[in-house]
């Protein structure tokens, strides 16, 4: 019963806004992306990114011919034996 009446006070500690100051890093992430430097905006964020987009990539073409496969082996009649 303890912990039911602590609640609210909990709850206002973790949602306050003066609890935590966070920078804002916004105006940092919008120099890097709208750097012109012929790199495309998904490979601009470094390594990370470029890895990330090749794993998306690898993922969706898999997916796709994975897909595919299984429908013509779906619309190949069945033979009876």
């Given at each position: ?72 082996i779906a619309s ?6």
């Amino acid at each position: 019963m303890n912990h039911l009446l602590r609640l609210p006070v909990l709850a206002t500690r973790a949602f306050s806004s003066s609890a935590r100051q966070l920078k804002n890093r916004v105006p940092e992430a919008q120099k890097l992306f709208q750097a012109d430097n012929g790199l495309p905006v998904h490979i601009k964020g470094g390594t990370f990114d470029v890895l990330m987009y090749r794993m998306t990539m690898t993922l969706t073409f898999g997916g796709t011919c994975y897909s595919v496969y299984w429908l013509l082996i779906a619309s190949m009649p069945q033979k009876k034996e």
